[in-house]
């Protein structure tokens, strides 16, 4: 692919060349829908470049490759469905606290794993920079940024996409973008330091070698828990539009963000006083983007794939002072990768306008019975 020329390739293909671009030579993972073909287009590009992928006996093995390979200063990756990622959690417990900078793929079912992604299922003091794309194109330019902000911060980053942004198709343009620099690998363990009485360690509790600094456990988790403050101030990303004067305000993430914008800008062209708020980061999460949104609002709406997770963040944000209500739901096909009727247009506009005319407490409309959904 030449500079600047535009593709059409699915999403899946996409990501697995965008990080290539971004300079990733090893990737690791274990098949699972939607993000086998992921795992595939690794197999297929990186070792085209020298790189090296690795079809693991499970998630487990999976994860703990890519931990090696990061040890020695490589950009290294894994992913897999939330299901997946649910076995790696203590490992990346102790990546992130080993201060290892992995990038992660969760091509999930639906958006039940944002608890997952922005919470974590393991141990200690730890968080994941959280990365949520609407479309292919935004998950080639936020692919490349997570390798980027994973080597500046020393910091697992995690791509939040789904079944459609690993299975569509769109015409794009995979050029490596330039981020700026990143500090020096300095800690590597790259086998010039054997033998010397300086010999180097990676490690989650903070302990040094002979001639390094040796912290300590408790000094050590400190300044861990101190570099995520700093995340949390400067790597909030947010999109946000029609806020001056909505009366109502939709939280949206990834791709049923782009059905939700979609729709707004189709009630606005019609009068209606609508706006909306897309998180990008899901961690650090755009408080301050929903705290100004709600000043105003009459009511602030969140639609998500699932029961109501992110619903509690949003709540978070808008600190009481507008009601906070949920009009998503789980929405799937009989395979249950998130792609229900509830994802259409018709149904996202329907259920925006019974809260903007009704207010909080509007009853939501139901889908037709024979579309298959709860919610």
């Known amino acids: 692919m030449t500079a600047q020329e535009q593709v059409l390739m699915e ?87 080993a201060e290892l900078p992995l990038v ?28 949520a794309p609407m479309d292919i194109s935004e998950a080639v330019e936020l692919t490349q940024l997570a390798f980027h902000l994973a080597d500046r911060w020393r910091n697992p980053v995690l791509v939040y996409g789904d079944y459609l942004t690993a299975h569509t198709r769109q015409a794009v343009t995979i050029d490596r973008i330039d981020f700026g620099g990143v500090p020096d690998k300095t800690w590597a363990l790259d086998g010039s330091t054997t033998g010397t009485r300086a010999s180097k360690l990676v490690s989650p509790l903070g302990f040094g070698k002979h001639g390094h600094p040796n912290p300590g456990i408790e000094q050590h988790l400190r300044k861990i828990s101190a ?9 909030v990303r947010v999109e946000s539009g029609y806020l001056d004067d909505a009366e109502t305000v939709i939280v949206a993430f990834g791709t ?12 606005r062209a019609e009068g209606e006083r609508v706006g909306y708020v897309r998180p990008i980061s899901l961690w650090p999460f755009p408080y301050a983007a929903v705290t100004e949104a709600a000043q105003t609002a009459r009511t602030v709406a969140v639609f998500e794939l699932c ?13 009481g002072t507008a009601p906070v209500v949920g009009i998503g739901g789980i929405s799937t096909d009989g ?41």
């Open 104 to 131: 992660i793929f969760n091509m999930a079912r639906g958006q039940q794993d944002y608890f997952q992604a922005t919470r974590g299922g393991g141990h200690g003091d730890y968080r994941h920079i959280v990365l």
């Open 307 to 319: 029961a109501g997770q992110m619903i509690d963040d949003v709540r978070l944000g808008a600190l």
């Open 227 to 235: 570099k995520h403050r700093e995340i949390e101030q400067t790597e």
């Open 256 to 267: 049923p963000a782009k059905f939700v914008r979609y729709v707004v800008q189709q009630l």
């Open 335 to 375: 395979s249950g990768f998130g792609v229900g009727p509830l994802l259409d247009a018709e149904h996202v506009r329907a259920r925006i306008l019974a809260v903007h005319r009704g207010g909080a407490g509007a009853e939501l409309p139901r889908l037709p019975d024979n579309e298959r959904t709860t919610g």
């Open 11 to 97: 999403g899946s293909e996409a990501i697995a060349l965008a990080a290539i671009a971004a300079g990733c030579r090893f990737f690791a993972g274990y098949p699972m829908t939607p993000f086998t073909e992921v795992l595939e287009h690794f197999a297929k590009h990186l070792p085209g470049v020298g790189g090296t992928c690795i079809n693991a006996e499970s998630e487990l093995e999976a994860v703990g490759m890519a931990w090696g390979a990061l040890a020695t200063g490589a950009r290294a990756a894994t992913g897999s469905t939330g299901q997946g990622l649910s076995l790696m959690q203590e490992s990346f417990s102790e990546i992130t606290l």
